[in-house]
């Protein structure tokens, strides 16, 4: 039940409003917990995933890390960046996929050191296709720490 002080309508403002046993300002910070508890979630994987992994992800930073984990359709990063600047995923995709072409070269090399020019290109290539990746992802658990949809509610409340 709201109660309401004895306020003329045209002066009525939030600050005399109240929802038991909540004001109105307290109402609207509760109205973003869930939202609050999705970034945590997702900060907290990231911290997860970064003390499990292997030395890989040990010494990355937690913004960067999180850029990475977020895919490219979710419009906002449950994070602040700080002083780096706008989240750009097309720059994080670009040093991912050089990173990823010369590590599965080197793989290539590694594993056939005799091989011909040609037979490490076609090696190569074969570290770098999406199926072998996402099998890697699948592998290693990866799939679970990724940040694939944005935040929505479940149910508006001016629906109520």
């Not at 109402?27 to 508890?37: G, K, Y």
């Amino acid at each position: 039940k709201a109660i309401v002080a004895d306020v003329p309508p045209e002066r009525l403002t939030a600050s005399f409003c109240s929802v038991l046993p909540l004001s109105a300002e307290q109402f609207c910070v509760v109205r973003m917990l869930p939202a609050i508890l999705w970034r945590l979630e997702f900060v907290a994987m990231v911290h997860e995933l970064r003390d499990a992994a292997e030395s890989a992800f040990r010494a990355a930073a937690l913004p960067s890390l999180g850029e990475a984990l977020t895919h490219a359709l979710v419009l906002s990063l449950p994070f602040e960046i700080g002083g780096r600047g706008v989240f750009h995923y097309e720059r994080l995709e670009f040093l991912g996929d050089a990173a990823l072409k010369f590590f599965a070269v080197a793989q290539a090399a590694a594993a056939a050191p005799k091989a011909a020019e040609g037979e490490l290109s076609k090696a190569s290539q074969q570290l770098q296709t999406n199926k072998w990746l996402r099998r890697c992802a699948k592998d290693i658990g990866l799939l679970d720490y990724l940040l694939a949809r944005a935040y929505t509610p479940k149910e508006s409340l001016t629906n109520l």
